[in-house]
T-cell receptor, first 114, second 112 residues
Framework: DGGITQSPKYLFRKEGQNVTLSCEQNLNHDAMYWYRQDPGQGLRLIYY???????QKGDIAEGYSVSREKKESFPLTVTSAQKNPTAFYLC?????????????FGPGTRLTVL | GDSVTQMEGPVTLSEEAFLTINCTYTATGYPSLFWYVQYPGEGLQLLLKATKADDKGSNKGFEATYRKETTSFHLEKGSVQVSDSAVYFC???????????FGKGTRLHILP
């Protein structure tokens, strides 16, 4: 059963702590993305990776970090430098290679800073 | 840069009403256009897409036509149901760079 898994679904963090959000896919897609969603602001791109061991900053990368050591995995770390991390985080994949195709989304992780 | 503008919500309709959600775009080339839907607490799902001018995407009773002359991709449905209540995002992909630009989303409420 192909798909994208994000864990955990809900995550609580104390101020000043780093936290890592998991994203795993078995679609064999090359490209992976992290978005942040806030009410009334749509989706904003944090980081994306078009190939293993390579990634680029999106529009709001400050306070976040990523790695892409395996094709299947693209974890996002929310660091203490992110001033307002409470949000809904979405991971997505794309077949890549320049073909016109949609992005596929995981179920999301809701992060709350206490 | 490229951008997508869609009508602000929330949009509230009665069941069986006709739905239109407006979407216009700005792009330097010839983008592919998408509508995504997000149900409460979930990720986004592709609803329909169109890859060239005059293409009509359709799915689950929803339709949208790629209008190059008006740079628009309006979403329509002839008779909405309560289960259509969700947030709808218009989006474009240009230059085959695998990045998609999303509008801010339109929340739709359907009343029984």
């Amino acid at each position: 059963d192909g798909g994208i898994t994000q864990s955990p679904k809900y995550l609580f963090r104390k101020e000043g702590q780093n936290v890592t959000l998991s994203c795993e896919q078995n679609l064999n897609h090359d490209a992976m993305y992290w978005y942040r969603q806030d009410p009334g602001q749509g989706l904003r791109l944090i980081y994306y990776s078009q190939i293993v061991n390579d990634f680029q900053k999106g529009d709001i990368a400050e306070g976040y970090s990523v790695s892409r050591e395996k094709k299947e995995s693209f974890p996002l770390t929310v660091t203490s430098a992110q001033k307002n991390p409470t949000a809904f985080y979405l991971c997505a994949t794309h077949r890549g290679g320049g073909a016109v195709n949609e992005q596929f989304f995981g179920p999301g992780t809701r992060l709350t800073v206490l | 840069g490229d951008s997508v503008t869609q009508m602000e919500g929330p949009v509230t309709l009665s069941e069986e009403a006709f739905l239109t959600i407006n979407c216009t775009y700005t792009a330097t080339g010839y983008p592919s256009l998408f509508w995504y839907v997000q149900y409460p607490g979930e990720g986004l799902q592709l609803l329909l897409k169109a890859t060239k001018a005059d293409d009509k995407g359709s799915n689950k009773g929803f339709e949208a036509t790629y209008r190059k002359e008006t740079t628009s991709f309006h979403l329509e449905k002839g008779s909405v149901q309560v289960s259509d209540s969700a947030v709808y995002f218009c989006a474009l992909e240009e230059n085959r760079d695998d990045k998609i630009i999303f509008g801010k989303g339109t929340r739709l409420h359907i009343l029984p």
